[in-house]
């Protein structure tokens, strides 16, 4: 498979590109034939801290991009294993793995978690060269992770590894067991609602009213988490009749519906931006992302192959 670096566009990105003012109309009509027969594939990698952040972050996107054909990873940097109220440990680690994995299944893309204690996750240098690696093993394109501001350590220290492999992650004698990346990739933050030091503020914000019932999906089989209620969740969730079974399944559900359909009203005007007025009022579920300044900075044209959504 050739490698994807944006030296070409498609047309249908380089038609919202020229929506949005952003190239003129002899390079869009270069660029477009230029791209016609452009084959190459997007590589995604998005980090969690526990297994079942990216796929509430990202899960939409993810579906997306894989069936067009583009390849996605979801890393979950610790194992998960106290993320429970009745079991804890190996076990726990090893049944939310196999979630992850249900999980990745359905949306069609790759997961793997690290064997780092959950709760325990701090940015040791092990671990930014460990980031560092599964980086550049993936050849990536685009890198998610949460921003460093979070109530829950361990995301704010995923988003720090993050951030710390931005720019290591293209030079050549840091971890010089894998090659270097030659192109630094796109790093992106996931939305949160925290507002010091400063809130999230998306560069692109996406419609997935048409992967929404695939990613509720892919939640739903995350069952210590959701169904059971995690850490935080109690004996009183686990019904025993099975039709009050199906409506717990159903209130996990509605819970994740709404929350995507906050973030489309969080976020309409940036969904105007990229979908068009009229289209962006018709949006029920969103996902919504912001540029980190450490990594390549994309312009608008760029992040329109990056999402190549938006034709639609
Ligand atoms: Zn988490």
């Not at 070409?8 to 002899?26: F, P, R, V």
């Not at 990739?185 to 996931?190: G, K």
């Not at 507002?195 to 739903?220: G, M, Y």
């Amino acid at each position: 498979m050739k490698r994807f670096r944006f030296r070409g566009l498609t047309a249908a990105c380089m038609q919202i590109a020229a929506m949005a003012g952003c190239l003129s109309a002899a390079g869009f009509s270069a660029v477009v034939g230029a791209a016609a027969t452009d084959d190459r594939k997007l590589r995604i990698i998005c980090f969690g801290a526990h297994p079942d952040d990216c796929e509430i972050q990202a899960g939409g996107v993810a579906a997306m991009w894989a069936a067009k054909g583009h390849k996605v990873k979801f890393v979950s940097v610790t194992n998960g294993d106290i993320g429970h109220w009745r079991e804890a440990g190996g076990p726990l680690a090893l049944r939310r793995k196999a979630e992850v994995e249900a999980a990745a299944k359905i949306l069609g893309i790759d997961t793997e978690v690290l064997d780092i204690h959950d709760g325990e996750l701090l940015p040791t240098f092990d671990n930014r060269h460990a980031i560092t690696r599964l980086i550049r093993q993936w050849q990536a394109d685009i890198v998610m992770g949460p921003r460093p501001n979070d109530y829950h350590p361990d995301h704010r220290y995923t988003g720090v590894l993050v951030q710390d492999a931005a720019y290591m992650v293209t030079v050549p004698f840091f971890c010089p067991d894998v090659p270097a990346l030659k192109n630094n990739p796109v790093f992106l933050y996931y939305p949160d609602s925290f507002r010091k030091p400063n809130p999230f503020q998306p560069d692109v914000a996406v419609s997935i009213d048409s992967v929404i019932e695939k990613k509720l999906d892919a939640l739903d089989v995350i069952v210590s988490q959701f169904y059971e209620g995690g850490a935080n969740g109690s004996a009183d969730l686990l019904p025993t009749d099975p039709e009050k079974q199906k409506l717990r399944h159903q209130q996990v559900r509605d819970g994740f519906a709404r929350r995507n359909q906050s973030i489309a009203d969080r976020f309409r005007v940036k969904l105007e931006e990229w979908h068009g007025k009229d289209r962006a009022g018709k949006i029920k579920y969103a996902e919504a992302f912001e540029i980190c300044e450490y990594g390549r900075r994309p312009d608008k044209v760029e992040l329109a192959v990056l999402f190549p959504f938006f034709a639609e």
